[in-house]
């Protein structure tokens, strides 16, 4: 019969394996960012450039695979969100020599 302490480890391995821990990870780290977050000083509202810079990092992100790392990017840019922002390939006005 497997003690608690096997449990646990296996418990630990499968949730590591599938993903689910590094995610829990970066949730209660955004969390506790937001809990930190002092609501009485207002963040400046992002120009149109620097909203495409967000964008620009969250696609990197994600095209690497940093998963954990991209849901803190988008739990902190609450605030393309709130305004209704999108932003499209479009928008970048990118050359089509950077975007090989």
Known sequence: MATVTELKAVLK???EKKGVLGNLRARIRAE????????GEPRPSLSHENLLINELIREYLEFNKYKYTTSVL??????RK???????????????AVNR
């Open 82 to 96: 709130e305004e209704g922002r999108s932003t499209d390939i479009e928008d970048l006005r990118i050359s089509q």
């Open 74 to 79: 988008i739990a902190d840019d609450h605030l």
């Open 13 to 15: 391995d499968t949730l």
């Open 32 to 39: 506790v960012f937001n809990a930190l977050d002092d609501d």
